[in-house]
């Protein structure tokens, strides 16, 4: 089992910055990439950015150049720094365990954070 612990998110204006963070802890072994994902009211979860053990990242067109998704050094803990926030930003934001292709397609395992919240509004 992989438990995966979120950390930051919170209020925001327009255009400001968030970083948020995730640490996994158990089987990390097990995890061949970590991703956010995030859901808004009335929609489903959607791919923000993913990223594997080497570093290959990918990101949802809508958040290309505004947000990035790094590790640390050691792996098991990941970052989204998130620029340039809009209103459409808005939503319940999820860290993922999973794994990726060769291409840095992302593929969610049943392992979740229990979520950290981000609104942007002025």
């Known amino acids: 089992q992989v438990q995966l612990t979120e950390s930051g998110g919170g209020l925001v204006q327009p255009g400001g910055s968030l970083r948020l963070s995730c640490a996994a802890s158990?089987?990390?072994?097990?995890?061949?990439?970590m991703g956010w994902y995030r859901q808004a009211p009335g929609k489903e979860r959607e791919l923000v950015a993913g990223?594997?053990?080497?570093?290959?990242?990918n990101y949802a067109n809508s958040v290309k150049g505004r947000f990035s998704i790094s590790k640390d050094s050691y792996w098991g803990t990941v970052h989204l720094q998130m620029n340039s926030l809009k209103p459409e930003d808005t939503a319940v934001y999820y860290c993922?365990?999973?794994?990726?292709?060769?291409?840095?397609?992302?593929?969610?395992?049943?392992?979740w954070g229990q979520g950290t919240q981000v609104t942007v509004s002025s």
């Open positions: 993922n365990g999973g794994s990726a292709s060769y291409d840095g397609t992302y593929y969610p395992y049943n392992y």
């Open positions: 158990g089987s990390i072994g097990s995890i061949y990439a």
């Open positions: 990223i594997t053990k080497d570093g290959t990242t």
